[in-house]
């Protein structure tokens, strides 16, 4: 299954300016410090950002962390996207479900397995 397939809800960097009321560059700068992730995709190809990364107009509080950790085990930001919303019967469910829920220890304890 690809990326698209597995991410229901997508956003560009507009839309999600304006549903969190952050400026466009604003959101730009969330890309560059690992905040959240995208990448370009479409027709056209455009940015877009999974939506789950959100809750309540604010980016989720330990996405940063994970993303970090999966970029010190070598994943780029497709990759780290495919991985946060593969299912894992582990878990049991997504790593992003469980982030959402409040349970990064785990999330991150699994991600930083994935560098060895």
């Given at each position: 299954?690809?990326?698209?397939?597995?991410?229901?809800?997508?956003?560009?960097?507009?839309?999600?300016?304006?549903?969190t009321?952050?400026?466009?560059?604003?959101?730009?700068r969330?890309?560059?410090?690992?905040?959240?992730?995208?990448?370009?995709?479409?027709?056209?190809?455009?940015?877009?950002?999974?939506?789950?990364?959100?809750?309540?107009?604010s980016?989720?509080?330990?996405?940063?962390?994970?993303?970090?950790?999966?970029?010190?085990?070598?994943?780029?930001?497709?990759?780290?996207?495919?991985?946060?919303?593969?299912?894992?019967?582990?878990?049991?469910?997504?790593?992003?479900?469980?982030?959402?829920?409040?349970?990064?220890?785990?999330?991150?304890?699994?991600?930083?397995?994935?560098?060895?």
């Amino acid at each position: 299954m690809n990326t698209e397939e597995l991410v229901q809800d997508w956003a560009t960097l507009p839309d999600i300016a304006e549903s969190t009321g952050l400026g466009i560059m604003q959101v730009r700068r969330l890309l560059e410090d690992g905040a959240i992730c995208g990448y370009k995709h479409g027709t056209p190809k455009v940015m877009k950002v999974p939506t789950a990364f959100f809750v309540d107009g604010s980016v989720l509080t330990p996405l940063k962390g994970t993303l970090s950790t999966l970029r010190d085990a070598g994943f780029d930001d497709h990759e780290s996207i495919a991985w946060l919303f593969t299912p894992d019967e582990s878990l049991p469910g997504r790593p992003i479900d469980l982030l959402r829920a409040g349970n990064r220890k785990e999330v991150r304890r699994r991600a930083q397995a994935l560098a060895f």
